[in-house]
């Protein structure tokens, strides 16, 4: 069958193109891709090509589908598969395959979001990596992905108990948190999850040195909503301290944080970081850098007599995706907070060769349909020519400005999908 999806061809070389995917085999399943946000992942792996650990090195000559953090509905489903999945259905992917560092979207030449219509491979189904889906809209399991690599986060942290050799996976309950550089798209999901997680944190600060980013923050996640469940939420400008370390751990009363999360790959917010950890402190840096060569000032004396760590995180694993499910099926998590423009395939490459120098949280992305990328904040004025965009914004803004199925169901109708 014809289909039309965004490939890779080389570093910096993706392209829209129309190409044929072959019939499925009897162990495969064929999905139709109706939404997928763009990850900043994806934009590293396109910056690097082959060059990328995931990227195969003859994508010149089989280029390979970007894009993994994808939803729709499963099309076809192979004999083998045919006690197991329906035509119809919703589904979810788990971008992570097991034991190996092959993903869609990074590796495979029919398999990834970015894309009308692909094929899941029998290996990949038979890891457990095509999961059933029973919710009503299609871009929260896009935005699922995100959240369960920020669930995945929480859970990489771990804290000890004196006098024994045990460890605790996950951040301290009732302790104080700090999420750095934390009004981006996944920062945001970063404090929504601290709102609704099992072992609440008593304390949770938000770092950014810009206010109109703070004050959506504000806007999408309140702090009186965050009393409301329990949580002290502060948002801080860090730009305008005179002294941020010293200023942060007043803020703990000189405790410090127990988990610190560095939601910008910034040498001196890794440094500060460092420098507020709470006695057995985890840092925890989330922000992938594209730079092989990162590095900052760690404090050693620290890890040794205070007991503070650090380690980094990628990705979950499937029970953090499954918790992310849940969470939000029963509207404990808001991951729509982490989108702010709107578009379809035809925008989905260019929005992805230039994604740092748009403004803004996660890009989300109709396949099925051609639109230009549209900043939700924009739909307004967009409806003086086009009345579907005044629709949308009405829909919006019944939802404190963000995306929602109301607005979901509006674009899919209008475009026929």
Known sequence: MKVEGVRMHGAKDIRLEQFELPEIHEDEVLLKVISDSICMSTWKEVKLGSGHIRVPDDIDEKPVIVGHEFSGVIEKVGAKWADEYKAGERFVVLPGIPDQ?????????????????????NDVIEKGCLLHYSGDSFFEVSVSEPMYCIIGGYNANYHTKAET???FIGAKAGGNIAIL????????????????????????????????????????ISEEEAKERGVELHYVNTAKMDDEVKELLELTNGEGYHDVFVYAPVRQIAETGNKIMAFDGCMNLFAGPADSGFSADMNLYDAHY?????????????ADLLEALDLIAKKEVKPAVMITHIGGLDAYADTTLHLPEI????????TQFHMPLTAIEDFRKMGEENPLFTRLADACDKYQGLWNKEAEDILLDYFGV
């Open 101 to 121: 560092m092959g993903a869609p979207g990074y590796s495979y030449e029919y398999f990834g979001g970015a894309v009308t219509y692909c094929i899941v491979p």
């Open 181 to 220: 550089g934390g009004c981006g798209p996944m920062g945001l999901g970063a404090i929504s999850y601290a709102l609704a997680m099992e072992n609440k944190p008593k304390m949770v600060v938000v770092t950014e040195i810009n206010d109109d980013r703070l004050n959506r923050a504000r806007e999408v």
């Open 359 to 366: 403004p803004g949280g996660k890009k989300l992305i109709y």
């Open 165 to 167: 050799h045990e460890h």
């Open 306 to 318: 205070r007991n503070t760590k650090i380690l980094g995180s990628s990705g979950g694993i499937k």
